[in-house]
Structure formats: structure tokens, C-alpha cells
């Protein structure tokens, strides 16, 4: 079966995603400059967006999120768990990778392991889901002090995935990736770590860059980070 979609919803869809905190009502010209698309195609999107209650037009003519995208939101925010939308991203990468898979939060300063999935077979880093540690040199620390924090530690953007070896533990080396979620706002780090020999020698060859940028752009976008960003973002 095709999994080519529809255009046309797609297209509809990335308008809704045009409408963000300072531009929450926009007219027909701003969101024809905003999507890229010509304002008659624009227009008959939005008739149809506003027939079905997910945008409103005010008397001036502008745009605005309607109740259904409200309603929406709310059956989400009740049938979501974090843990069901990290852990089966986890478990692939760490299966396809043979390395451990982890998942890291910004916590009262330190870096925090708030999921982990080991591969099933090999010599590996072992470390518990809770565990929390400083925020150093590594790369896992190096993600979220740039993305979560704002530090200014590269000159300019560096290529993901982030890589260390031996900086907490002379045997242990680690890629990082920011994961980021709704609003295209930072969430966490997506990390795969392992003997420093092993990954030194991924490192160097660059196998394990594209399934972890992948399983990073897949884990945004279910968290809610906009295709476009993560298109974009990720591509690097």
C-alpha cells in the first residue's frame, strides 16, 4: 500500500501550523507568505478548514484557530504518556544500533535518564532509568546546555550527532541528539552510548549517524515538533 498521503490535507494541515504565540490571527496574505502556497489555494483551504470548526474568520477577514483544534488537543493531552512515545523509539534504535538507547531531561540543573533501552546482546554501558549526574563535558551535557540552556558553547551550529569519549569514564563514549516537541521547543536528548572503542570506530565511519538523526526526527515529530522544523533541523 502507498504511503505517498494526500497533498491536499498536507497542504491544509501546514497552514494550521502556520499559527503561532505572537500570530495567533493572520490574514489570508500573511499565510500565503507563511506556507507558500498562492492565496487562492490559501483561501479555498481555509473555507474548508472553517467549515469543519478548526479555523474561524473574524468580520475583518483574519484567521484564527477554531474550537475543534481545542478539542483535539484535550483528547490528547488525556491519552498521552510520555513513556509510550519514548521507549518504543528507544528499544528500535537501541535493537538496530546494538547499543544502549537513552533518553535525557533537564533536572534541577543536572541531566536526568529518564528512559533507557539496552540492546539485547553484547558488552554495553549499563545504567538505570533515574539516575542523575552533572552537567559536564559529555555529549549527552553538551545537548542540553546548548539547546535547553542557550549556552554558547560552538562557534557555530555543530553536526549532530554530538560525540564524546571519555570524558566521565575513560571506557565510555556517547552520540547525543536534542529531541525537541510542541512548539519546536527543546524536550530532552536522545543518546546512544557504549565502550569508547566501539563508538570511536562508529564515530569515525559515521554508521550510526543516520539512525539516530532518524529515530531523533521520528521522536520529535511525536512529541509534536512540526514536520517542517524537523525536515529541516535534522537534514544537517
Known amino acids: 500500500m502507498s504511503n505517498d498521503g494526500v497533498a491536499a490535507v498536507e497542504k491544509a494541515l501546514s497552514l494550521l501550523d502556520c499559527f ?38 473574524s468580520q475583518a477577514g483574519n484567521y484564527s484557530l477554531g474550537h475543534r483544534v481545542l ?7 488525556q491519552s498521552f504518556q510520555l513513556s509510550a512515545v519514548v521507549e518504543p523509539v528507544l528499544y528500535e534504535l537501541a535493537a538496530a544500533t546494538r547499543e544502549s538507547a537513552s533518553y535525557y531531561v533537564l533536572d534541577n540543573g543536572q541531566r536526568l535518564c529518564l528512559f533507557r533501552a539496552e540492546p539485547s546482546e553484547g558488552l554495553r554501558e549499563t545504567r538505570l532509568a533515574g539516575t ?9 551535557s553538551h ?10 558553547l560552538y562557534d557555530k551550529p555543530p553536526k549532530l550527532p554530538l560525540f564524546t569519549a571519555g570524558m566521565r569514564d575513560v571506557h565510555i563514549a556517547a552520540f547525543a541528539t536534542p529531541i525537541f516537541g510542541a512548539g519546536d521547543k527543546f524536550m530532552a536528548a536522545l543518546v546512544l ?14 554508521e550510526l549517524d543516520a539512525p539516530q538523526l532518524r529515530a531523533a526526527a521520528d521522536l520529535s515529530r511525536r512529541l509534536g515538533a512540526s514536520v517542517r522544523f524537523c525536515e529541516s533541523f535534522y537534514a544537517q
Open 20 to 57: 503561532k504565540p505572537g500570530a495567533e490571527s493572520q490574514s489570508l496574505a500573511a499565510l500565503s507568505q507563511a506556507s507558500g502556497m498562492h492565496k487562492t489555494t490559501v483561501y479555498r483551504l481555509m473555507n474548508s478548514l472553517e467549515r469543519m470548526g478548526y479555523v474561524v474568520r
Open 71 to 77: 478539542y483535539l488537543g484535550k483528547l490528547f493531552e
Open 132 to 140: 542523575t549526574l552533572p552537567l559536564d563535558d559529555t555529549a549527552v
Open 143 to 152: 545537548v542540553i546546555r546548548v539547546w535547553g540552556l542557550g549556552e554558547q
Open 193 to 206: 552510548s557504549g565502550p569508547a572503542s566501539r563508538l570511536s570506530a562508529a564515530h569515525a565511519s559515521g
